[in-house]
C-alpha cells in the first residue's frame, strides 16, 4: 500500500445501520506495508472501534487521489478539474470545466464557453496535454470539428 496516497485524508465514511455516518481522522501511520493504523476523533476504546468491524469503509473521492499508470492527470480524480478554464492546444480559451458527467462509460467534462453555451468535451487522458494547478488551466488537444458538435444551450 502506498502511504502517501492516504496522506490527504481526513475523513472515512461507513455504512453503519442503513445510514452513511462520517468519522474523522486525526492521525495516521503505517504500521505495516499493507496496514495504516488511524486516529479517529471519538473512537476511544475497543468497543468503540468494534463498531467499524465487518462494515465498508469508503473515502471522500474529493480526498482520495488514485494512482493511475496512464494518466496525464496524475490520478487526480475528474471533478478535481471543476472550476479549471479549458484551452485547446492551440492556445484558445474553450471555456470553464463546470461539472463532470460520468454516469455513461465515457466521462465527459461539461464545460461553459463564454457565450453561455454548454460543451461536452470526453474527459480522455489522450487528450490531456498538460494542466497548470497554480492557474487552474488545462490544456488538451481536441479532434477537429469537436467543438461544433452537442453545444447544449
Known amino acids: 500500500m502506498d502511504f ?15 445510514i452513511f455516518v462520517p468519522f474523522f481522522v486525526t492521525a495516521m501511520r ?4 499493507e496496514t495504516v493504523l488511524l486516529t479517529i476523533d471519538g473512537m476511544t476504546s475497543e468497543q468503540d472501534v468494534q463498531r467499524l468491524v465487518n462494515h465498508d469503509i469508503y473515502a471522500l473521492k474529493r480526498e482520495f ?3 493511475s499508470e496512464d494518466a496525464e492527470a496524475d490520478g ?7 472550476g ?9 480559451r474553450v471555456g470553464q470545466i463546470v461539472d463532470v458527467n460520468e454516469q455513461t462509460e465515457n466521462a465527459f467534462f461539461i464545460v461553459q464557453r463564454t457565450d453561455g453555451a454548454e460543451l461536452l468535451i470526453p474527459a480522455v487522458d489522450d487528450l ?10 488545462m490544456v488538451m488537444s481536441l479532434p477537429d470539428g469537436l467543438l461544433d458538435l452537442n453545444v447544449k444551450d
Open 128 to 137: 490531456i496535454v498538460e494542466f497548470d494547478l497554480d492557474k487552474k488551466v
Open 4 to 18: 502517501d496516497v492516504l496522506q490527504d485524508l481526513t475523513c472515512l465514511v461507513s455504512d453503519i445501520d442503513g
Open 30 to 33: 503505517p504500521k505495516t506495508a
Open 76 to 82: 487526480y480524480p475528474l471533478d478535481f478539474f471543476i
Open 65 to 67: 487521489r488514485q494512482e
Open 84 to 92: 479549471f478554464d479549458l484551452d485547446d492546444d492551440q492556445g484558445n
